[in-house]
């Protein structure tokens, strides 16, 4: 088992940066793929981008890529989202997964589910 709990979220300006973090806990952290994935209202579950087992592999969506970066450290069991010259495109609720192993980008891939935290970035 695995449990995962996002914290970080807030309100920025466009241009401006924030940082989340997924807490995780449970045995073999370092065997776990942890992905990010984004939900505004009335839309589905976004994947946003996500990091193997085998760090620092990662993988981004299109319209995240080159503005946010993720990584892990193992030995604290934490997988921090950094995002970098947000849009208010990316106004949504900032959802943390887990998998074990491989990294896929559909919601069904996932097993284990944060809470999600709230990120509004006002124009």
């Known amino acids: 088992q695995m449990k995962v709990e996002e914290s970080g979220g807030g309100v920025v300006q466009a241009g401006g940066s924030l940082r989340l973090s997924c807490a995780a806990s449970g045995r073999n952290f370092n065997a776990y793929t942890i992905a990010w994935f984004r939900q505004s209202p009335g839309k589905g579950r976004e994947f946003v981008g996500a990091i193997d087992w085998i760090s620092p592999s990662t993988y981004f969506s299109d319209s995240v890529q080159g503005r946010f970066t993720i990584s892990r450290d193992n030995a604290k069991l934490v997988v921090a989202l950094q995002m970098n010259d947000l849009k208010t495109a990316d106004t949504a609720v900032y959802i943390c997964?887990?998998?074990?192993?491989?990294?896929?980008?559909?919601?069904?891939?996932?097993?284990?589910w944060g809470r999600g935290t709230q990120v509004t970035v006002s124009s």
């Open positions: 997964a887990a998998r074990y192993r491989g990294i896929v980008s559909y919601t069904g891939g996932y097993n284990f």
